[in-house]
T-cell receptor
């Protein structure tokens, strides 16, 4: 099976702009989670989608939103970008929604906000 | 919120040595799963090992093993006969059962020296 893919791999934006990141999970995986990774904060959970429904959300402002489509592909949107949003955004998929299921990570999208 | 602590931000060991990475966490759950994930430089995060909290036996995967102390809420990772390819960031990931998601420690950057 193909692994988790994320597009684009790199993005450069300016403050105030918005950005959309895409994640295609492993075939058959219905759960998709998003994480923000920064050197200072490590990996922070953004949200998880399962069968097109958001089932969990981290402590991020409303500028961060997401959705999942019927084919399990997921998108994450960040509006009104701030310098602090510069980070590696990781997507992970797993087969079910149980916590014991292994998560498979994508390569990430590195977002730079200037 | 549940916390997870990896007290060693960075470590270096010689090739073929044994190294132990520490992790402590907090949970009120009795049955849960814990994970160690590995993120090699510029490569995708992958699962190293998984421990089921209700099993007394420590999990082992080839050169990787854990020392799980449930009462102490400690979950350390031991790497035996370390190899250059073990150079990576290692993340401890216990569940935040209250919010039904995985949380990650800030990671330990491990350097295996030739």
């Amino acid at each position: 099976k193909a692994g988790v893919t994320q597009t684009p791999r790199y993005l450069i934006k300016t403050r105030g702009q918005q950005v959309t990141l895409s994640c295609s999970p492993i075939s058959g995986h219905r759960s998709v989670s998003w994480y923000q990774q920064t050197p200072g904060q490590g990996l922070q959970f953004l949200f998880e989608y399962f069968s097109e429904t958001q089932r969990n959300k981290g402590n991020f402002p409303g500028r961060f939103s997401g959705r999942q489509f019927s084919n399990s592909r997921s998108e994450m949107n960040v509006s009104t970008l701030e310098l602090g949003d510069s980070a590696l955004y990781l997507c992970a998929s797993r087969e079910g929604q149980r916590l014991y299921n292994e998560q498979f990570f994508g390569p990430g999208t590195r977002l730079t906000v200037l | 919120a549940q916390t997870v602590t990896q007290s060693q931000p960075e470590m270096s060991v010689q090739e073929a040595e044994t190294v132990t990475l520490s992790c402590t966490y907090d949970t009120s759950e009795n049955n849960y799963y814990l994970f160690w994930y590995k993120q090699p430089p510029s490569r995708q995060m992958i699962l190293v090992i998984r421990q089921e909290a209700y099993k007394q036996q420590n999990a082992t995967e080839n050169r990787f093993s854990v020392n799980f102390q449930k009462a102490a809420k400690s979950f350390s990772l031991k790497i035996s006969d370390s190899q250059l390819g073990d150079t990576a960031m290692y993340f401890c990931a216990p569940p935040d059962s209250r919010d039904d998601k995985i949380i990650f420690g800030k990671g330990t950057r491990l350097h295996i020296l030739p």
